[in-house]
T-cell receptor
């Protein structure tokens, strides 16, 4: 049973380019969460999605960031016109339900903006 | 609002005990604990669902006081492998938020 799969594991972008991070949840999980982690800091909530719906995006910056979880395929976190401050590890997690139970985390995607 | 953890960092010798605290200004219905090693993904340790509940995992246990809106993680007779950053998390309407973490370093 494959765990949460994230790709790419490492991504380097120049300022102004776009970054696309993908997350395939565990089989049977329909809830996906994205977190950002700066070096030596905690996990900051960004967005919570169910299939085809954004449930809570209160942690997403209003500009340049978007997320989707289509009916088919992985969830995608998209960052347009990246800036150096976007450099961080982005973790995706999934769960089978919304209220209880553990989150299963992927290995993360590490974005470096030059 | 994210939960608040204390202390921020702990340094122990092998075999010593540690307590990590987590508190929230909002009502808590469940608390979950994770450990993250440097450069790796957070790994689930345990979840507490009821007030006053205690759970254990090897020599790591936790308590949850719903009335005080607090949870504590107890690490007994710590091992080198316990080193890492511990996060408590709370869930509200599906959204999970985490404290800033407590970095535990266990030295030989």
């Amino acid at each position: 049973n494959a765990g949460v799969m994230q790709n790419p594991r490492h991504l380097v972008r120049r300022r102004g380019q776009e970054a696309r991070l993908r997350c395939s949840p565990m089989k049977g999980h329909s809830h996906v969460y994205w977190y950002r982690q700066l070096p030596e800091e905690g996990l900051k909530f960004m967005v919570y999605l169910q299939k085809e719906n954004i449930i809570d995006e209160s942690g997403m910056p209003k500009e340049r960031f978007s997320a989707e979880f289509p009916k088919e395929g992985p969830s995608i976190l998209r960052i347009q016109q990246v800036v150096r401050g976007d450099s961080a590890a982005y973790f995706c997690a999934s769960s089978p339900g919304s209220d209880t139970g553990e989150l299963f985390f992927g290995e993360g995607s590490r974005l470096t903006v030059l | 609002q994210q939960p608040v953890q204390s202390p921020q960092a702990v340094i122990l010798r092998e075999g010593e005990d540690a307590v990590i605290n987590c508190s929230s200004s909002k009502a808590l219905y469940s608390v979950h604990w994770y450990r993250q090693k440097h450069g790796e993904a957070p790994v689930f340790l345990m979840i507490l669902l009821k007030g006053g509940e205690q759970k254990g995992h090897e020599k790591i246990s936790a308590s949850f006081n719903e009335k005080k809106q607090q949870s504590s993680l107890y690490l007994t007779a710590s091992q080198l492998s316990y080193s890492g950053t511990y996060f408590c998390g709370t869930r509200n309407a599906g959204k999970s938020t985490f404290g800033d973490g407590t970095t535990l370093t266990v030295k030989p």
